[in-house]
């Protein structure tokens, strides 16, 4: 089934899961018999997220960690639109001690990518770097000429932050 929308992938959840309440919440039973309402969109996002990272373009494999790091809706220079946007961080622990570890930050609510590496935005920075990264990132996979250097100042600029990065 292909999915075009958030809603469409919303959609889709809904029917395979028959917890969600009235609310729109996501009910997660425990075994103690309590219920914990979570949002429904952050179990989107990490479902939608771990299979982005395990797939074989990627990691091939689910995340040792993965946190829902920042959700804002902003305007989104790649799309030319207002959209809801969620950072995520991810790490995966060494397989043995000569492996070293991947963290990393990803994105989902446009085009779903992750970075890492000594270019990618650091897991210890800001949302704001991350989103900026991940918008001149987009910008430049379309040849968009606003991505100009790709700098990371040009993202901040791009987005209404401010220019100089915060970390």
């Known amino acids: ?6 809603q469409d992938f919303l959609g889709a959840l809904r ?17 103690s018999d309590d219920a914990v309402a979570i949002d429904e969109a952050d179990v989107v996002v990490t479902v939608h997220a771990t299979r982005w990272l395990s797939s074989d373009f990627e990691f091939g494999k ?22 809801e946007l969620f950072l995520y961080r991810y790490e ?3 397989e043995s001690p000569s492996d070293g570890s991947a963290r990393g930050v990803g994105l989902v609510g446009s085009t779903t990518f992750s ?10 920075g800001t949302p704001e770097d991350a ?8 910008l430049a996979h379309k040849k968009d000429a606003r ?10 600029r791009l987005l209404g932050f401010d220019p100089q990065s915060r970390e």
């Open 62 to 83: 689910p995340p040792k960690s993965l946190e829902l790091w920042d959700r804002r809706t902003i305007y989104w220079p790649p799309t030319n639109d207002v959209r």
């Open 15 to 31: 029917e395979s899961l028959p917890f969600f309440g009235d609310d729109g919440a996501f009910v997660l039973m425990l075994a």
């Open 131 to 138: 989103l900026a990264a991940h918008c001149v990132m987009e």
């Open 147 to 156: 991505a100009e250097d790709g700098a990371l100042a040009v993202g901040r």
């Open 1 to 6: 089934m292909l999915l075009n929308t958030m």
């Open 92 to 94: 995966y622990g060494p």
């Open 115 to 124: 970075m890492y590496g000594p270019d990618a935005p650091q897991v210890t």
